[in-house]
């Protein structure tokens, strides 16, 4: 089964909730990583697009884009998302 948004965003609330409980003040966030925690990554079927559009689309004042693919949308998109996050994501 291929993974949808609601899963990535399930995976970076893991992500971001196990970094609070470290104590750290950011988390950086590659794609590809992201995605091959839920499977189908790289495989001709992935959901790289839909991993990326949930990553920028959670992005909150502070947060950034540390590099990304020239589309925008690739396994080397990688986010600094600040901690704590306030809404959960």
């Given amino acids: ?3 949808t948004a609601d ?3 399930d995976a970076l609330s893991k992500i971001f909730m196990e970094a609070e409980r470290m104590k750290l003040h950011y988390v ?3 794609s590809g990583d992201l995605h091959r925690r839920l499977g189908s990554y790289p495989g001709k079927n992935h959901r790289m697009p839909v ?3 949930v990553m920028k689309g959670i992005m909150m004042y502070g947060d ?3 590099s990304q ?3 925008g949308k690739g396994a080397t998109l990688v986010i600094r ?6 809404n959960g994501y």
């Avoid at 998302?81 to 306030?86: A, E, K, M, V």
């Fill in 64 to 66: 950034k884009i540390l």
């Fill in 81 to 86: 998302y600040q901690l704590p996050r306030s």
């Fill in 28 to 30: 950086d966030v590659r």
């Fill in 7 to 9: 899963d990535f965003r």
């Fill in 1 to 3: 089964m291929l993974p």
């Fill in 51 to 53: 991993c990326c559009e």
């Fill in 69 to 71: 693919p020239r589309s």
